[in-house]
C-alpha cells in the first residue's frame, strides 16, 4: 500500500538533457564506471536522521515541517515514518539507508519502554527491507541528543552515562546485526569537553579507549562481519572533540591497540571544519589502512558552520571520488550516505525527493569525471614521475633501513649533488583536472 505522501513512486534516469525535476540526469544505475555498475561503486544511503525525524528547527525557531507521523511520540506514528521512509529509498532506487535509535523509535521516557519500542520498530524495519530490497549501510546510536549526554557519553565523569551508553550502544549494534547492516558508525559528538577548568583529559581518553574495546570485543561476540567505524569532526556541539579528524583517530586507536580493528566514516562538511580538503582526509586515512566510508554532506561556505546539505559541486565530489576509485573504491563495505537534511523552508513532501535527486547526480557526475581522470592517466603520471628518484636501488635501500647521516653526507660530497629545483605545476595539473569537470 502506498501511502501516497510523494507525488510519484519512481524517479527515472533520463539523461542529461532532462529538465524533469523529478527525474536523474546522471546517476544510472547500470551504467558502467571503471568495471562495475554505477550502483555499486556509489552505494548510495539515505540517512534516516533528517529526512524523517528532523522537523525544521534551528537555534533560533521550532519546527517548519508538518508530516503525518508527527508528532514522534508514538510507536504509531514511527510506523507511518517508516511507511514513507521506505517508499522514499524506492522511488530513488536508493540501494541503502542508515539510522540512529533515536530517529526509529519515540522516546518514551525509560531505557526498557525505549528498548521495547525499538525492538518492534526493528522487526517492521526486516519486513520492510524484505518487501524493498532496500538494504541498511550501517547503524549508530544517538549518544548526543538527550540531556543525560550533555558532559559526554563514554566520557562522561559519571559512570552511570557510561552504562547507559553502553546499553544504548549494544541494542544498536544488535539491530544493526540484525537488519543485516554492513557497518557500524560511531559519532562523538559529546565526547569531547567545553573547558578544562571541568575536565581530566586522562581519566576521558582512558573511557573512551575502553568503550571501544568493549564495542570491538562484542562485534566479535556476536560475529557482527562489518567494519566498525569512527566518524571523526572537529567541533560542534562540543567545542573540542577528541575524534577531531583523521590523523587525531589514528592517533587514538593506535594508543589504544585498535587501529587494524576501526576504520572512519569521513563527512565532507567535518573535514572543512578541521581545516582539511574532504580529498585530504580520505587519502589519509587510505594511507593509514582505516579508510571505510563517507557521508557526502557539504557545509555553507559563509556561515562556516555544520549546516549538513545536500552535495551540489561537482568538482569538489570528483576529487573525492578520484581517490576512493584510485583504491579499488567502497572494498571494504563502506559506501556514500547523505547525512543531509532540507533547508527548513523546503516544507513540501517532494522536496525530500529533489534534495536526493540533485546529491545522487551530483556523485554520480562526480563519479564519472574521477573515472575518466584515472583512465587519462596524466595525473597519476604526473605524481609517479615527480617521485620516481626514490626508484633506484640504492634510496629504495636507505627507505628499508639502510644508509645513514654519515653515508649519505660521504655520498653527497663524493658525487657532488646539488639538488635542480624543479616544478610542482599546480596550476598545470588544476587545469588537467578541469579537463574532467
Ligand atoms: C553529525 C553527524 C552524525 C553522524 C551519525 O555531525 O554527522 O549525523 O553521521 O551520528
Ligand atoms: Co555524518
Not at 544498536?172 to 546485526?177: L, P, V
Not at 603520471?381 to 639502510?402: I, T
Request: proline share 4%; net charge negative.
Amino acid at each position: 500500500m502506498n501511502t501516497g505522501f510523494f507525488s510519484t513512486d519512481k524517479i527515472p534516469f533520463e539523461g542529461p538533457d532532462s529538465t524533469n525535476p523529478l527525474a536523474f540526469r546522471h546517476y544510472d544505475p547500470d551504467e558502467i564506471v571503471l568495471g562495475k555498475r554505477m550502483e555499486d561503486q556509489l552505494r548510495f544511503a539515505v540517512a534516516y536522521w533528517h529526512s524523517f525525524a528532523w522537523e525544521g528547527l534551528d537555534p533560533f525557531g521550532g519546527p517548519t515541517f508538518d508530516r503525518p507521523w508527527y508528532p514522534q511520540d508514538s510507536v504509531e506514528n514511527a510506523k507511518v515514518k517508516a511507511d514513507v521512509a521506505f517508499e522514499l529509498f524506492s522511488a530513488l532506487g536508493a540501494p541503502f539507508y542508515c539510522f540512529h535509535d533515536a530517529d526509529m523509535r519515540p522516546d518514551l521516557g525509560n531505557f526498557s519502554a525505549n528498548k521495547r519500542a525499538f525492538d518492534e520498530i526493528v522487526e517492521i524495519f526486516a519486513a520492510k527491507q524484505e518487501e524493498t530490497g532496500v538494504k541498511l549501510l550501517w547503524g549508530t546510536a544517538n549518544l548526543f541528543s538527550h540531556r543525560r549526554f550533555m558532559s559526554g557519553a563514554s566520557t562522561n565523569p559519571d559512570p552511570e552515562v557510561f552504562a547507559y551508553s553502553a546499553a544504548t550502544i549494544k541494542s544498536c549494534m544488535d539491530a544493526t546485526k540484525k537488519l543485516g547492516g554492513q557497518n557500524y558508525v560511531l559519532w562523538g559528538g559529546r565526547e569531547g569537553y567545553e573547558t578544562l577548568l571541568n575536565t581530566d583529559l586522562g581519566r576521558e581518553d582512558q573511557q573512551m579507549g575502553r568503550m571501544l574495546h568493549m564495542v570491538v570485543e562484542y562485534k566479535h561476540a556476536i560475529g557482527f562481519e562489518g567494519q566498525i567505524m569512527i566518524e571523526p569532526k572537529p567541533q560542534e556541539p562540543s567545542k573540542h572533540q577528541y575524534d577531531y579528524d583523521v590523523a587525531t583517530v589514528y592517533g587514538f586507536l593506535k594508543r589504544h591497540g585498535l587501529e587494524n580493528e576501526v576504520r572512519v566514516n569521513i563527512e565532507q562538511g567535518h573535514s572543512i571544519l578541521a581545516g582539511h580538503s574532504w580529498e585530504h582526509e580520505i587519502a589519509l586515512a587510505q594511507t593509514l589502512g582505516i579508510f571505510g566510508s563517507i557521508d557526502a554532506n557539504r557545509n555553507d561556505y559563509q556561515s562556516g558552520w555544520d549546516t549538513d546539505q545536500f552535495p551540489n559541486n561537482v568538482p569538489e565530489v570528483a576529487l573525492a571520488y578520484y581517490h576512493i576509485l584510485k583504491h579499488g573504491g567502497f572494498e571494504a563495505g563502506g559506501g556514500t550516505n547523505f547525512d543531509s537534511k532540507l533547508r527548513r523552508q523546503s516544507i513540501d513532501a517532494d522536496d525530500l525527493l529533489i534534495g536526493h535527486i540533485g546529491g545522487m547526480d551530483t556523485c554520480a557526475r562526480g563519479l564519472k569525471a574521477a573515472a575518466a581522470m584515472i583512465e587519462d592517466g596524466t595525473m597519476s603520471d604526473f605524481v609517479d614521475e615527480r617521485y620516481s628518484g626514490w626508484n633506484s636501488d640504492y634510496w629504495q635501500g636507505v627507505l628499508a633501513g639502510g644508509g645513514s647521516l654519515d653515508e649519505i653526507a660521504r655520498k653527497v660530497e663524493d658525487e657532488g649533488i646539488e639538488p635542480e629545483p624543479r616544478s610542482g605545476k599546480q596550476e598545470y595539473l588544476e587545469n588537467v583536472v578541469n579537463r574532467f569537470v
